[in-house]
């Protein structure tokens, strides 16, 4: 996709993943389920789009619904000696990504902490300084959760957290289904807000 995508004058960035997930299902699958794993696979990736096109933002999610990036901005022992280093990596070419579905929180000042040991240190204090972008957040389309602490919390953290503003993505606009679980014009009230930096 990165080669085929040269020809296009507004291609500027391309996602490796989104969401690494843990399966339920199979045993075998949820040994290979950890950083160690994510690095044999991210590595060679990342390296694959840049040798095909040197010219895109690479965006790199983490691990549990890519909720978490701490390990990779700190440079931790991923398992076997293996770190992530940005110094290895494209120059200026890599954005780390996370997702935040805390939606049910109470005290803004923990979710800020959450989320800045969750990767978004990686603006300011992380041994791999990065851009990092919030692509996926959520809550139901209603007063109380536009005006609840989750909202309000993000908004006031992404304009002045460490490093920032950080950066945010439209995910999607909610509306109504033509069809959903057999219902028509059945109404999402659910929206997910991801925005550039």
């Given amino acids: 996709m990165a080669k085929y995508a040269k020809k296009w004058p507004a291609f500027v960035s391309i996602s490796l993943r989104n969401e690494f997930r843990q399966t339920n299902l199979n045993n075998g699958a949820k040994s290979t389920y950890n950083w160690a794993t994510w690095y044999d696979n991210v590595?060679?990736?990342?390296?694959?789009?840049n040798e095909a096109n040197p010219d895109p933002?690479?965006?790199?999610?983490?691990?549990?619904?890519?909720?978490?990036?701490?390990?990779?901005?700190?440079?931790?022992?991923?398992g076997s000696g293996k770190k992530f280093l940005l110094s290895d990596q494209p120059k200026n070419k890599i954005v780390f990504e996370l997702h935040n579905y805390s939606n049910d929180a109470k005290d803004c000042k923990g979710l800020q902490n959450s989320m800045y040991s969750n990767g978004y240190n990686a603006m300011d204090t992380a041994k791999n300084i990065a851009p990092v972008v919030l692509t996926e957040f959520g809550f139901?389309?209603?007063?109380?959760?536009?005006?609840?602490?989750?909202?309000?919390?993000?908004?006031?953290?992404?304009l002045k957290q460490p490093g920032g503003p950080g950066g945010w993505m439209q995910w999607?606009?909610?509306?109504?289904?033509?069809?959903?679980s057999g219902t028509q014009d059945y109404e999402e009230s659910w929206g997910k807000c991801s925005s550039s930096v």
Wanted: proline share 4%; net charge positive; glycine share 8%.
């Fill in 43 to 49: 590595i060679p990736a990342i390296k694959g789009i």
């Fill in 57 to 78: 933002l690479i965006f790199v999610s983490g691990l549990d619904y890519d909720t978490k990036m701490g390990p990779i901005a700190q440079a931790s022992d991923l």
């Fill in 140 to 158: 139901q389309q209603n007063r109380t959760q536009t005006n609840g602490v989750y909202a309000q919390c993000h908004k006031e953290y992404l």
């Fill in 172 to 180: 999607v606009l909610a509306g109504s289904y033509y069809i959903r």
